[in-house]
């Protein structure tokens, strides 16, 4: 059985490495690869960091056998923003309200924004991770400002506008291999109410693990089932009605899990693909 690690260039290698070290580690056929220069077909290939270009080609290793973990149709879905909260809206999911706009949007865009989901407001790329392009926008004048950036800086045709939760300050993130695996949860420095506050280094010495509950279950178990992944890391937010699910990641970043819980994500992960494979 041949097993490919495929990916972009980008931050992820640390999660490459080590899921590819486990498998070898069980005599497992394994390889590292970046998506432009393959050679041959896998048995299994695990996508990370993927981009919209690289589907035609991978399209092509389904239609030949090949297995993708996650499934290529749900990877495609998380990666795409827009997709991926569209989906969960329709059937009812605890996802903020959230509205595609154009680059450069006009009047009636910031209209539909203060009608449906007011501001200040989370303007986010349609594609991208690790916190990249996700903005509290206070006004029109600021959106004008974020989406010129987004334009100028990648080439952004669309972004998202998402609405705001004034949530506690506690933010989870969530590990889920083929179910809930771990989950922890981050507070802000005391005082520090400021949008994406978990993400500055001093917040990081705050994270302490959660427990898994009734109620977690129920509201990440569907999002799960909607999407199709078997790996994926989510982040969640809290309000007074209970979780939100903020982000959902195919397949997702886990050194921080690692940190917290004290466990190797590459055994775990490596674990389930040999699980699935026999």
């Known amino acids: 059985m041949k097993v490919w690690l495929l990916q972009n260039p980008g931050p992820e290698t640390y999660e490459v490495e080590s899921i590819a070290k486990s498998l070898a580690k069980k005599q497992i056929d394994v390889d590292c690869k970046m998506i432009s220069d393959m050679n041959g077909l896998p048995d299994i290939a695990i996508l990370r960091n993927t981009r919209g270009a690289d589907y035609s080609k991978l399209n092509l290793m389904k239609n030949r056998g090949v297995k993708f973990i996650n499934d290529l149709d749900g990877h495609y879905l998380a990666s795409d923003k827009w997709k991926k909260y569209e989906k969960l809206m329709h059937e009812g999911l605890r996802v903020p309200k959230t509205l595609l706009i154009p680059i450069p949007f006009t009047d009636q865009h910031i209209e539909k924004i203060g009608d449906e989901i007011n501001f200040p407001c989370v303007i986010k790329r349609r594609y991208g991770a690790y916190g990249i392009g996700v903005e509290l926008c206070q006004d029109a004048e600021h959106m004008f400002v974020i989406a010129n950036r987004f334009s100028k800086q990648f080439g952004d045709r669309t972004m998202i506008a998402q609405r705001y939760v004034n949530y506690s300050g506690d933010y989870m993130a969530l590990m889920w291999v083929g179910g809930i695996y771990k989950a922890h949860v981050a507070k802000a420095p005391e005082g520090d109410m400021t949008f994406l ?82």
Not at 265 to 278: A, L, P
């Open 197 to 278: 506050s978990y993400q500055k280094p001093e917040h990081t010495s705050s994270r302490t693990p959660y427990a898994i509950t009734n109620d977690l279950r129920k509201t990440v178990e569907p999002v799960m089932q909607s999407l199709g992944l078997d790996l994926a890391r989510l982040d969640l937010l809290f309000d007074k009605d209970g979780y939100i699910i903020c982000e959902v990641n195919s397949p997702g970043g886990f050194r921080g899990f690692e940190m917290v819980h004290k466990i190797d994500m590459g055994d775990i992960i490596s674990d389930y693909i040999t699980r699935i494979m026999t």
